[in-house]
Nanobody, 121 residues
Framework: VQLVESGGGLVQAGGSLRLSCAAS????????MGWYRQAPGKQRELVAT????????NYADSVKGRFTISRDNAKNTMYLQMNSLKPEDTAVYYC???????????????WGQGTLVTVSS
């Protein structure tokens, strides 16, 4: 399983960005996916998660009402639409997938390499 993020960049406060996470999946059944972020000098934190079918999403309080997580299962891609960005949203954003290796029946957590989002004031 390989996860590749894209869409990060520099944006002014109040602006928008859309992050994408493309999953290359072989013999892996994804149960849920999510976005995490890590700001300089801080621990990685949860931003949002979404279930396999895309029917249920959860958000950190700090992004509720501004960010929207979604999935396109036909494309094996997850998105994070970020609106009304604030300087405190500046971080490296990581894609995460949790699921089962169908060959070994073991649960795995997979991470992407991260994409940097910088919000200027």
């Amino acid at each position: 399983v390989q996860l590749v993020e894209s869409g990060g960049g520099l944006v002014q406060a109040g602006g928008s960005l859309r992050l994408s996470c493309a999953a290359s999946v072989i013999a892996f059944s994804i149960n849920r996916m999510g976005w995490y972020r890590q700001a300089p000098g801080k621990q990685r934190e949860l931003v949002a998660t979404i279930t396999a079918g895309g029917g249920s999403a959860n958000y950190a309080d700090s992004v509720k009402g501004r960010f929207t997580i979604s999935r396109d299962n036909a494309k094996n891609t997850m998105y994070l639409q970020m609106n009304s960005l604030k300087p405190e949203d500046t971080a490296v954003y990581y894609c995460n997938a949790g699921g089962v290796n169908v060959l070994t029946d073991k649960y795995l957590e997979v991470w992407g390499q991260g994409t940097l989002v910088t919000v200027s004031s």
